[in-house]
């Protein structure tokens, strides 16, 4: 199972916008709406952001949004703030009891 | 509040063999499916393995399987990870993490497996 494609990098200034883009294939977020969105600041643990394309978890700002078109799912950061300064990751489902990630992006506010 | 504690990491020479733990709180342990993902430094996270909640399944990456083996003690509430023949490449932070249908939703703090002579 290969991992899904992510651009290494991002950035935006406080209050602006930033797109994350993760491309997989008609086996994995092509065929579910099972992807999920995670945020890792330095030396911590994961954090869910989204979960099941673009539904949010309790606590996570509505500035965070997902959405899917075909085989490439999106991450959006709206209204940037230095806090969202970390790496993000998505992951699916793949079949089979299976799972695969994203290689991951990191996210700089400028 | 869940809680996921990993213990059991350390240094192990190439070939060798460890056993990670995680012990869960905060939540109804046998209800949950679990899962454990690995980092390696300066690395993307990496799905690794999963069970469900009577150990009637598990699934595991390519890059594990046949040296790895999941299993979880309900009455413990402790998610285990048995990691046989390692490899300098298997070094990495292992997170234990709760199932949400189709993903993660609750990550432990990670233990370091380092694999070096």
């Known amino acids: 199972q290969s991992a899904l494609t992510q651009p290494p990098s991002a950035s935006g200034s406080p209050g602006q916008s930033v797109t994350i883009s993760c491309t997989g294939t008609s086996s994995d977020v092509g065929a579910y709406n099972f992807v999920f969105w995670y945020q890792q600041h330095p030396a911590k643990a994961p954090k869910l952001m989204i979960y099941e394309v673009s539904q949010r978890p309790s606590g996570v700002p509505d500035r965070f949004s997902g959405s899917k078109s075909g085989n490439t799912a999106s991450l959006t950061v709206s209204g940037l703030q230095a806090e969202d300064e970390a790496d993000y990751y998505c992951s699916s489902y793949a079949g089979n009891n299976n799972y695969v990630f994203g290689t991951g992006t990191k996210v700089t506010v400028l | 509040e869940v809680q996921l504690v990993e213990s059991g990491g350390g240094l192990v020479q190439p070939g060798g063999s460890l056993r990670l733990s995680c012990a869960a709180s905060g939540f109804t342990f046998n209800s949950h499916w679990m899962h454990w993902v690995r980092q390696a430094p300066g690395e993307g996270l990496v799905w690794v393995s999963l069970i469900n909640t009577d150990e009637s399944i598990t699934t595991y990456a390519g890059s594990v399987k046949g040296r790895f083996t999941i299993s979880r003690d309900n009455a413990k509430n402790t998610l285990y990870l048995r990691m046989n023949s390692l490899r300098a490449e298997d070094t990495a932070v292992y997170y234990c993490?709760?199932?949400?249908?189709?993903?993660?939703?609750?990550w432990g703090q990670g233990a370091l497996v380092t694999v070096s002579s």
């Open positions: 993490a709760r199932h949400l249908v189709g993903g993660i939703d609750y």
